[in-house]
């Protein structure tokens, strides 16, 4: 596992509080894989209802609260495959 998702998976059980209702899955492009669910964030690859993929720098930007998750969506920085009504909850949740 990279330091990029265990960075990322500290951050997004921090900024969180708690667990995801659905179950979420960020790719991290060259760095691996983030599932988010009830139990909240977790370094895995699994089947989700929903994949977001995006850069290294986009992850962190959203992360960080510099990039909007609509916006990166908007502008092809984030890639969503599957549910869209679970990519907007999540969406909520990082906000």
Known sequence: MSDVVTEAVA????????GFDGKAKFVIEDEGSIIIDEAGAR??????EVT?????????????GEENPTT????????????????????????
């Open 11 to 18: 951050a997004l059980n921090a900024k969180m509080d708690g």
């Open 52 to 64: 977001l993929t995006a850069s290294t720098e986009t992850f962190k930007a959203i992360l960080d």
């Open 43 to 48: 370094a895995a690859d699994e089947e989700a």
């Open 72 to 95: 990166a969506f908007m502008t092809g920085k984030l890639s969503v495959d599957g549910d869209m009504g679970q990519a907007m909850k999540l969406a909520g949740v990082l906000s």
